[in-house]
């Protein structure tokens, strides 16, 4: 049985930043792509960032620059470091697995 538990969500000033982690289980991560999306109030889930087991990443235009995608295949783990955040980054933000795989979401708020 495949689980993704994300953490890191919070609520943060504009311009602040976070980290959120994403921890996977139940088949070889390593072999795995792994992405972010996230969705916010109103709104359809969008894809935000994505690694490939190589570890090429991809991002939407909106965090590009500002969002990084890595991976710690050793700790079956990917994570999102956010910076800069604007208040239109508030969202859920969820974790996808090889395209099949969610995860329950963590909140993400920026406000002053």
């Known amino acids: 049985q495949v689980t993704l538990v994300e953490s890191g969500g919070d609520l943060v000033q504009p311009g602040g930043s976070l980290r959120l982690s994403c921890a996977a289980s139940?088949?070889?991560?390593?072999?795995?792509?792994m992405s972010w999306y996230r969705q916010a109030p109103g709104k359809e889930r969008e894809l935000v960032a994505g690694?490939?087991?190589?570890?090429?990443?991809r991002y939407a235009d909106s965090v590009k620059g500002r969002f990084t995608i890595s991976r710690d295949n050793a700790e079956n783990t990917v994570y999102l470091r956010m910076n800069s955040l604007k208040p239109e980054d508030t969202a859920v933000y969820y974790c996808?697995?090889?395209?099949?795989?969610w995860g329950q979401g963590t909140q993400v708020i920026v406000s002053s």
């Open positions: 996808n697995k090889a395209g099949v795989y």
């Open positions: 690694i490939t087991s190589s570890g090429s990443t």
């Open positions: 139940g088949s070889i991560f390593s072999l795995n792509d």
